[in-house]
């Protein structure tokens, strides 16, 4: 019935007095104001970084992008305008707007221009790191350096199906190599060895595996004595 914007303190004060739906905003915020007692951050920022953390944990992943933006939701932040040239004044508001750059983390596949799903004013994004930093740093899910400060110790995948015994796990397993000469891929389930995403493995829709980076490692990764002693065909 109502549509509104509301301030974290105002949506603190409706705390076990709302709806269940309302609560999981409630909760959010919550969230948000102990992050932001955490490491001394205001309530925008905050905010983000309860978001990206939330999305790291459900997503599996996050990434960092730079884009274009015409309003940050964190920070409020809104382009500037700037004067229509001279007979252009019927064309659409939004073109004369100045966008500004924002740090992107939320991947999406369904791309709003000049709107960022998880995104926050990058001059701001410098000082959230930290705290984006610290509150990852338990977090399962692969994380880009440029967040993490160092290679992510998670690999996302997406999770397939073996045809051939039913084995469902990350799609990066069957890629592992695991014998020489053998550039197809393998069930990690039964051994069987597939020529082809196609003839081995269905996606399941929708899913995701995280597994340890160093899962990925082949047996053979540094053996290229025994790689080099054998002619393949
Ligand atoms: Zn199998």
Same mark, same amino acid.
Request: charged content about 25%; overall charge neutral.
């Given at each position: ?11 603190? *004060?409706?705390? /076990?007095?709302?709806?269940?739906? #309302? %609560?999981?905003?409630?909760? !959010? $915020? ?42 940050? *939701?964190?920070? /409020?932040?809104?382009?500037?305008? #700037? %004067?229509?040239?001279?007979? !252009? $004044? ?144």
């Amino acid at each position: 019935m109502f549509l509104m914007s509301l301030t974290l303190p105002e949506v603190l *004060a409706l705390d /076990g007095k709302c709806s269940d739906k #309302i %609560q999981i905003e409630v909760d !959010r $915020a919550k969230q948000a104001r102990s992050i932001g007692e955490r490491h001394g951050l205001a309530d925008g920022p905050a905010l983000f970084v309860r978001d990206a953390v939330a999305e790291a944990q459900e997503a599996g992943r996050l990434i960092h992008r730079r884009l274009a933006v015409n309003r940050c *939701a964190y920070t /409020g932040r809104t382009a500037e305008w #700037i %004067q229509p040239p001279q007979g !252009r $004044a019927r064309y659409p508001k939004e073109q004369f707007q100045r966008p500004f750059t924002a740090v992107e983390v939320a991947q999406r596949f369904v791309v709003v221009a000049k709107h960022a799903s998880i995104g926050i004013d990058a001059d701001v994004f410098p000082h959230v790191l930290p705290a984006l930093r610290a509150e990852l740093k338990d977090v399962r899910a692969e994380i880009p350096e440029a967040i993490l400060g160092a290679p992510s110790p998670w690999h996302y995948s997406a999770r397939v199906k073996a045809r051939c015994c039913g084995w469902t796990g990350a799609e990066a397993l069957t890629r592992v190599r695991r014998e020489p000469c053998w550039f197809g891929l393998t069930c990690p389930g039964c051994g069987e060895k597939h020529r082809s995403d196609r003839t081995g493995f269905v996606l399941v829709s929708g899913e995701h595996e995280v597994i340890p980076t160093s899962s990925l490692v082949s047996p053979l990764e540094g053996r290229s004595d025994l790689l080099d002693s054998l002619e393949c065909s």
